[in-house]
Nanobody, 128 residues
C-alpha cells in the first residue's frame, strides 16, 4: 500500500520559516519524481515545487522562488520543503505527490494530473 504522509505544518508568523516533510512508503522512492502542491480556501490546487527522482533537477513556482527549497533524501524515502520568509498568501493545505519517472512532457512538474499518488495534506497558516 502506497502512503505519503506529510508533517511539519502549523501556525507561523509572517517572515517565519517551516520545514515540511513527506515520508513515502510502499513504492520504490528512487524511481519517483516528487512534487509539492498547495490549495488555499476557495482556490484551485497549485504547483509549488518539484524534484526529479535523482534530485538532479528542481523546479519552483514563481510565487515562491527564492523563498522555498525542495530537497529529498533517498536513503530516508522523504522529500522536504523548506519554506522561508513566509507570507499570509502562503496559507494553504500543502500536499506532496509522487509520479513514476517514466517519460516526461513539457512542464510535467506543474501538472497535478502527472502525479500518481498524493498525501492527505498538512495545514500551513501564516498569520500574526
Amino acid at each position: 500500500q502506497v502512503q505519503l504522509v506529510e508533517s511539519g505544518g502549523g501556525l507561523v508568523q509572517p517572515g517565519g520559516s517551516l520545514r515540511l516533510s513527506c515520508a513515502v512508503s510502499g513504492l520504490s522512492f528512487r524511481s519517483y519524481d516528487m512534487g509539492w502542491f498547495r490549495q488555499a480556501p476557495g482556490k484551485e490546487r497549485e504547483f509549488v515545487a518539484a524534484i526529479t527522482w535523482s534530485g538532479s533537477a528542481t523546479y519552483t513556482a514563481d510565487s515562491v522562488k527564492g523563498r522555498f527549497i525542495i530537497s529529498r533524501d533517498n536513503t530516508k524515502n522523504t522529500v522536504y520543503l523548506q519554506m522561508n520568509s513566509l507570507k499570509p498568501d502562503d496559507t494553504a493545505i500543502y500536499y506532496c505527490a509522487a509520479r513514476s519517472a517514466l517519460g516526461y512532457v513539457t512542464d510535467w512538474y506543474r501538472q497535478a494530473r502527472q502525479y500518481h499518488y498524493w498525501g492527505q495534506g498538512t495545514q500551513v497558516t501564516v498569520s500574526s
